[in-house]
């Protein structure tokens, strides 16, 4: 994309409307290429990841213009290789990032070159192409989505593993298979109250308007080849081509999608799931 | 309003026998336990009890918090019911269960309508301005004496190409054959081609030539003289010289990437036939290669390589210019960097280079100014010259290109729809001499580029949207 920026929308913008605010200039360090923000609530601050210098930067949350990142983790120590997503658990104080083969689990405080908490990886773990991740800090679960392994290669899926876990262990369950609709994940939204996983299924990456894309809602107590309780499809209906990013307003009963081949932001009322 | 109005109507007798009912029912079975606190609260209102239910008081109903009308849709009560039996029946069969298609019309929607243009390219024998859109996916060709006055909408392209049969999406990069009069377009991402369309190309149809680009491709430069293009990979840190009619999956003639290059999140490129140069524009974001290990090397086509990066090793560096030797390769250190604080480098985007006069174009998208240097500037220098301010309509600009004949300078304006021409020797606050826009005047562009992620900030109740 030609040009990096965060924009910070109301949230009943609708149309054209312009944002409130735009993050975005040198002194951000922001790059293309995010794939991923969350916002803290507990400690009014939002997070994204910069690939290409393979850092993560936690802004202040009324972050405004060319305003730098109140702290960045880069460094060697980190072992921060390609930092596609990240999700942040305030009420453990954490930072979890999926790179790749591993799950990296920082301090939420850390700041600089700093080394991870704990490293979940290993053969058992079935990391691959782990490209991003969510915590659920009422039932203790970090759930990980996997990206397709090239195209028509093998499909992604959603392991979920014990929050806690450390090292080369097995994950608890596994969605995956035909039955899912998976073919990878990308944005990954949580809702503890209920156990919910809220996954975008953006389809083929290539495919500009792929079949089959579609938000799907699971349970964390799914495993196997599971459809989806809910979906929300890419249809005329619906207005969505390719979803790629979700995230939840339980105040307002409502889900949020960024949809990349439409460059906009689609809202739908959700009590569903609420 | 009809309908709504009976269904009410209906529903609020109905709704009040059976609350009568059951506070009836109430009373009766609660006779007994609560005689007593029955018998003094009678008493107290002057009554007796006399086996049957009275009304003891009327209390308000407690005020409900939120909203107490919220709209639920018909397919919430299937839903709902299907959450209950779920819940109660928890070792169902996964084999058994079925999604509910939950699909709907969306409350609200953030979109631009109009062209983001991200590039630009001029022809002038045949009066060619191509610009890419990103937001729309589009190709616009329109003429290079269109002037849109400010009361109308937007300029009538001469054709547009866009659509799912033209392998182009987020485009970052343009140039057009000046003898052919083909467009090159470049994609950025999710389409991994470099796109080549006749000039008779319109409307959603297939390239007459496709080139397979690393990801993260974005500039694009031609040495006419020795047929070759020149390609930045943001993704590689890299920058990919191949073939000018190179097709397929065919290979680079040669790549310049390594730690020594300071090549760092490359973006502009452009060649400098006089002087024999290669110039590079940088964000700053970089990562190192380890030399040990061949994944980092780039190989370019369908070989792939070249995204491994030791971890822990990235970086952030100023913006920058780098120059090179034009045959530079591998992991060659430019010549000289143009980088500092008194550079106003902040993102530049596109560049151009105008040989006979020996300067370096640079949009310079987050300062909304195209800096000016010389070639032969070097370290943390000032532009000799800056065209920026309210005059000039210069917003966020990611393009720029020269029109040496007429001695003209373009900006793509990402920042307010628009593209926009200058005398060549331009400096200052200059309004342009001509525009073309893509959408109504003095509308800004939301810029909303490939959004990946989506987050929403509870506390200022605001959806924060990433590029």
């Given at each position: 994309?030609?040009h990096?920026?965060?924009?910070?929308?109301?949230?009943l913008?609708?149309?054209?409307?312009?944002?409130?605010r735009?993050v975005?200039g040198?002194?951000?360090?922001l790059?293309?290429?995010?794939?991923?923000?969350?916002?803290?609530a507990?400690?009014?601050e939002?997070?994204?990841?910069?690939?290409?210098?393979q850092?993560?930067?936690?802004?202040?949350?009324g972050a405004?213009g060319?305003?730098?990142?109140?702290?960045?983790?880069?460094?060697p120590?980190t072992r921060?290789?390609?930092?596609?997503?990240?999700?942040?658990?305030?009420?453990?104080?954490?930072?979890?990032?999926?790179?790749?083969?591993?799950i990296?689990?920082f301090s939420?405080?850390?700041?600089?070159?700093?080394?991870?908490?704990?490293?979940?990886e290993?053969?058992?773990?079935?990391?691959?192409?782990?490209t991003?991740a969510a915590?659920d800090?009422?039932h203790?679960l970090?759930?990980?989505?996997?990206?397709?392994?090239?195209r028509?290669?093998t499909?992604g899926?959603?392991?979920i593993?014990?929050r806690?876990d450390?090292?080369?262990?097995?994950?608890?369950?596994?969605?995956?298979?035909?039955?899912?609709?998976?073919?990878?994940?990308?944005?990954?939204?949580?809702?503890?109250?209920?156990?919910?996983?809220v996954?975008?299924?953006?389809?083929?990456?290539?495919?500009?308007?792929?079949?089959?894309?579609?938000?799907?809602?699971?349970?964390?107590?799914?495993?196997?080849?599971?459809?989806p309780r809910?979906?929300?499809?890419?249809?005329?209906?619906?207005?969505?081509?390719?979803?790629?990013g979700v995230?939840?307003?339980?105040?307002?009963?409502?889900?949020?999608?960024a949809?990349?081949?439409?460059?906009?932001?689609?809202?739908?009322?959700?009590?569903?799931?609420? | 309003?009809?309908?709504r109005?009976?269904?009410?109507?209906?529903?609020?007798?109905?709704v009040?026998?059976?609350?009568?009912?059951?506070?009836?029912?109430?009373?009766?079975?609660?006779?007994?336990?609560?005689?007593?606190?029955?018998?003094?609260?009678?008493?107290?209102a002057?009554?007796a009890?006399?086996g049957?239910p009275?009304?003891?008081?009327?209390?308000?109903?407690?005020e409900?918090?939120?909203?107490?009308?919220?709209?639920?849709?018909?397919?919430?009560?299937?839903?709902?019911?299907?959450?209950?039996r779920?819940?109660?029946?928890s070792?169902?069969?996964?084999?058994?269960r079925?999604?509910l298609?939950?699909?709907?019309?969306?409350?609200?929607?953030?979109?631009?309508?109009?062209?983001?243009?991200?590039?630009?390219a001029?022809?002038?024998?045949?009066?060619?301005v191509?610009?890419?859109?990103?937001?729309?996916?589009?190709?616009?060709?329109?003429?290079?004496l269109?002037?849109?006055?400010?009361?109308?909408?937007?300029?009538?392209p001469?054709r547009v190409?866009?659509?799912?049969?033209t392998?182009?999406?987020?485009?970052?990069?343009?140039?057009?054959?000046?003898?052919?009069?083909?467009t090159?377009?470049?994609?950025?991402?999710?389409?991994?081609w470099l796109?080549?369309?006749?000039?008779?190309?319109?409307?959603?149809?297939?390239?007459?030539?496709?080139?397979?680009?690393?990801?993260?491709?974005?500039?694009i430069?031609?040495?006419?003289?020795?047929?070759?293009m020149?390609l930045?990979?943001?993704?590689q840190?890299?920058?990919y010289?191949?073939?000018?009619?190179?097709?397929?999956?065919?290979?680079p003639l040669?790549?310049?990437?390594?730690n020594?290059?300071?090549?760092?999140?490359?973006?502009?490129?452009?060649?400098d036939?006089?002087?024999?140069?290669?110039?590079?524009s940088?964000?700053?974001?970089?990562?190192?290669r380890?030399?040990?290990?061949?994944?980092?090397?780039p190989?370019?086509?369908a070989?792939?390589?070249?995204?491994?990066?030791?971890?822990?090793?990235?970086?952030?560096?100023?913006?920058?210019?780098t120059i090179?030797?034009?045959?530079?390769?591998e992991?060659q250190?430019?010549l000289?960097?143009?980088?500092?604080?008194?550079?106003?480098?902040?993102?530049?985007?596109?560049?151009?280079v105008d040989?006979?006069r020996?300067?370096?174009?640079v949009?310079?998208?987050?300062d909304?100014?195209?800096?000016?240097?010389?070639?032969s500037?070097?370290?943390?220098?000032?532009?000799?010259?800056?065209?920026?301010g309210?005059?000039?309509?210069?917003q966020?600009p990611?393009?720029?290109t020269?029109?040496?004949?007429?001695?003209?300078?373009w900006?793509?304006?990402?920042?307010n729809?628009?593209?926009t021409a200058?005398p060549?020797?331009?400096n200052?606050?200059?309004a342009?001499?001509?525009?073309?826009?893509?959408?109504?005047?003095e509308?800004?562009a939301l810029?909303?580029?490939?959004?990946?992620?989506?987050?929403y900030?509870?506390?200022?109740?605001e959806?924060?949207?990433?590029n």
């Open positions: 994309m030609a990096p920026q965060i924009a910070a929308f109301a949230r913008a609708k149309g054209g409307a312009t944002p409130n735009l975005a040198q002194d951000t360090k790059s293309r290429t995010m794939h991923d923000i969350r916002y803290d507990a400690n009014d939002f997070l994204v990841t910069n690939p290409f210098a850092a993560i930067l936690i802004f202040a949350g405004d060319n305003q730098p990142p109140a702290r960045i983790i880069q460094g120590s921060i290789g390609d930092p596609d997503r990240l999700d942040v658990d305030p009420a453990h104080d954490e930072i979890i990032i999926p790179n790749e083969t591993a990296l689990v939420r405080k850390a700041s600089g070159n700093a080394a991870p908490l704990r490293v979940i290993g053969p058992d773990t079935m990391l691959r192409r782990a991003s915590v800090p009422v203790n970090i759930i990980v989505g996997l990206n397709q392994g090239g028509r290669g499909p899926a959603l392991l593993f014990n806690t450390n090292g080369n262990v097995k994950p608890r369950a596994v969605i995956r298979g035909p039955k899912s609709g998976i073919t990878r994940i990308n944005q990954i939204a949580l809702y503890p109250e209920k156990g919910w996983i996954a975008t299924q953006p389809g083929e990456g290539a495919d500009m308007e792929p079949e089959g894309a579609f938000i799907g809602v699971w349970s964390i107590n799914d495993n196997g080849d599971v459809p809910w979906k929300i499809n890419a249809n005329a209906k619906s207005a969505m081509k390719k979803p790629r995230v939840l307003d339980p105040k307002n009963k409502e889900m949020i999608v949809d990349m081949r439409l460059n906009s932001i689609i809202t739908y009322y959700f009590p569903e799931i609420f | 309003m009809t309908g109005r009976s269904r009410i109507g209906t529903g609020i007798p109905t009040a026998l059976v609350l009568a009912a059951a506070a009836g029912v109430w009373l009766l079975f609660a006779h007994n336990a609560k005689e007593p606190e029955l018998r003094v609260a009678s008493q107290h002057l009554r009890p006399n049957q009275q009304l003891v008081s009327i209390e308000p109903l407690p409900m918090p939120g909203e107490t009308c919220e709209w639920i849709p018909a397919s919430a009560r299937v839903s709902l019911l299907q959450e209950r779920a819940a109660s029946s070792a169902e069969s996964s084999d058994e079925r999604t298609d939950m699909d709907r019309a969306p409350v609200r929607t953030i979109r631009d309508p109009n062209p983001s243009y991200s590039a630009i001029v022809e002038p024998a045949s009066d060619m191509v610009v890419t859109d990103e937001n729309l996916f589009q190709v616009l060709e329109y003429n290079r269109d002037n849109t006055p400010p009361t109308a909408k937007m300029t009538e001469k190409i866009g659509g799912t049969n392998k182009t999406e987020m485009m970052c990069g343009v140039y057009i054959d000046p003898k052919t009069l083909d090159y377009v470049v994609n950025n991402d999710t389409q991994d796109a080549i369309f006749s000039k008779q190309a319109k409307g959603n149809v297939a390239p007459d030539r496709v080139l397979a680009t690393p990801h993260g491709t974005f500039g430069a031609v040495d006419e003289a020795k047929q070759e020149y930045t990979v943001q993704h840190n890299a920058v010289v191949y073939r000018k009619l190179a097709s397929g999956n065919e290979k040669r790549v310049l990437a390594g020594d290059t300071q090549l760092e999140d490359p973006h502009g490129v452009a060649v036939t006089k002087n024999n140069l290669l110039i590079v940088n964000h700053g974001n970089v990562s190192y380890d030399p040990n290990d061949p994944e980092s090397v190989r370019g086509g070989e792939g390589g070249g995204r491994s990066f030791r971890p822990g090793s990235g970086e952030f560096q100023p913006a920058s210019i090179y030797s034009r045959d530079a390769k992991n250190r430019p000289r960097v143009i980088e500092g604080p008194k550079t106003r480098l902040n993102w530049p985007g596109q560049i151009a040989e006979e020996g300067e370096i174009y949009a310079n998208d987050m909304h100014s195209i800096a000016v240097f010389k070639i500037d070097s370290g943390d220098i000032a532009p000799t010259r800056l065209i920026r309210p005059k000039s309509g210069i966020n990611t393009g720029v020269l029109d040496l004949k007429n001695k003209e300078l900006v793509a304006n990402m920042g729809h628009s593209a200058y060549l020797g331009s200052g606050d200059v342009p001499i001509r525009k073309i826009r893509g959408g109504p005047a509308e800004p810029m909303i580029g490939n959004p990946g992620a989506v987050g900030d509870s506390k200022r109740q959806i924060l949207v990433p």
